[in-house]
């Protein structure tokens, strides 16, 4: 089964984890968790009212695969999520370029 979501090796999500730490990859059985915190200096103009953003994005582990179904944002301004869908969801993209 492939579901039809933003999706990415798990090899490739390890590789970007292991070299880059703002990310951390969390895998509880078939589920994953990854979390970003915007890090480099093109970020800081873009934070709200100066403090840290955090990306978390939700998925599923098939075949060695990850699929991606929920994308969630936590800034001072609050909790914003998006369910995604389709494997060419837009918030999801930057997938590609991995």
Do not use: C, Q
Request: charged letters at 25%; hydrophobic letters at 35%.
């Amino acid at each position: 089964m492939k579901p039809d979501l933003p999706s990415i090796s798990i090899e490739k999500l390890r590789d970007l984890t292991n070299s880059n730490y703002s990310y951390t990859m969390t895998v509880t059985g078939d589920k994953l968790e990854l979390r970003f915190t915007p890090d480099f200096p093109e970020a800081i103009p873009h934070k709200p009212n100066g403090e840290e953003v955090e990306h978390i994005m939700y998925g599923t582990i098939v075949n060695d695969m990850v699929f991606f179904y929920r994308f969630t944002t936590r800034s001072s301004f609050g909790e914003t999520v998006t369910d995604l869908h389709g494997a060419d969801d837009p918030v999801m993209l930057w997938l590609r370029f991995i």
